[in-house]
C-alpha cells in the first residue's frame, strides 16, 4: 500500500504558504506587497543582487497606527 510522497521540508510549507497567500490576495484585489530580486552589476562587486520590496499604502497605514512607522 502507497501513502504516496509527502515532503515536510520547511520551504515546501512555505511555499505552499506564499501561493495561498497569493491567491488570497488576488481574490481581495490586491497584495499587500511584493518583492522583486534584480541583478545589478557594478565594478568591484559583479554578482550584486539588490531586492526591491513594494508595500501596499495600507499596510503602512497599518503600522502608523500601530506605532511601526514614524
Partial sequence: MSLGRTSFAPESKSRRASALEKSLARKRGSE???????????????????????????????????????
Avoid: C
Fill in 32 to 70: 499587500p506587497a511584493r518583492v522583486t530580486a534584480h541583478s545589478v552589476p557594478v565594478e568591484r562587486k559583479p554578482h550584486r543582487t539588490v531586492i526591491l520590496l513594494k508595500v501596499d499604502k495600507s499596510v503602512l497605514e497599518r503600522e502608523e497606527k500601530l506605532g511601526g512607522v514614524k
